[in-house]
């Protein structure tokens, strides 16, 4: 796998009176070897928070709880299969 592969998890003020500081904690207790998993400032999406992104995929994720990183782990990560349910609708939209 690609390793230059990066998560950003916003810490900035919105995301983190979301929970998107458990959500950090709960990517680190998941390493996934080659992937790094990084604090990051506001995305720009601070109404959908807590933002996860992943690089170099370009892939948003929106309203993660902490219970929602295994998924993003396990299929996306792992398995390079994003998970539809957490995608941010507008960074996703299909026509
Ligand atoms: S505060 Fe997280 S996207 Fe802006």
Redesign the pocket.
């Known amino acids: 796998m690609d390793s230059s592969r990066e998560v950003l998890v916003?810490?900035?003020?919105?995301?983190?009176g979301n929970g998107?500081a458990e959500v950090l904690k709960a990517f680190q207790s998941n390493p996934v070897p080659g992937i790094t998993v990084n604090a990051?400032?506001?995305?720009?999406?601070?109404?959908?928070?807590?933002?996860v992104r992943v690089l170099p995929d370009e892939t948003w994720y929106c309203r993660v709880k902490s219970e929602d990183v295994s998924a993003i782990v396990e299929q996306h990560l792992k398995q390079g299969r994003p998970v539809e349910r957490l995608l941010h609708p507008r960074m996703h939209a299909k026509f």
Do not use: F, I, K, W
């Open positions: 916003c810490q900035h003020v919105n995301c983190l998107s990051s400032e506001c995305q720009g999406q601070c109404n959908m928070g807590p933002t």
